[in-house]
């Protein structure tokens, strides 16, 4: 018995730990595509990308931290803090259609 409970508090434990890393990315470069008042529209550039026209193939997101963004800037995180998925941003594009892409804060480790 004293075996099946250690067994089920490691597991608890395991899951505890893996589960603070979901919604990281791991890529440390963005580019803003629109500056917006409160964030901005942009790419989080793989890893393999040398410059702006290769940011364009990575993931396309709303960058919602608290920073002042202008168009077509390229920028690098520092070195301890990551990308951190948390919801969806909406918007309407200029064809009246809405829009929905995964929208991105800072986090430090």
């Not at 018995?1 to 597991?11: Q, R, S, V």
């Amino acid at each position: 018995m004293k075996k099946f409970i250690l067994i089920i508090i490691c597991l608890l434990l395991s899951n505890i730990c893996l589960a603070k890393d979901f919604g990281v990315i791991k890529n440390k470069r963005g580019l803003v595509f629109q500056a917006l008042n409160d964030g901005a529209l942009g790419y989080i550039c793989p890893k393999w990308a040398l410059d702006k026209e290769d940011c364009s193939y990575g993931q396309f997101v709303y960058f919602d931290f608290n920073y002042d963004f202008v168009d077509n800037q390229k920028f690098t995180l520092p070195k301890n803090y990551y990308f951190y998925a948390d919801g969806v941003y909406k918007y309407t594009n200029k064809e009246d259609t809405v829009k929905t892409v995964r929208k991105v804060n800072l986090i430090s480790k």
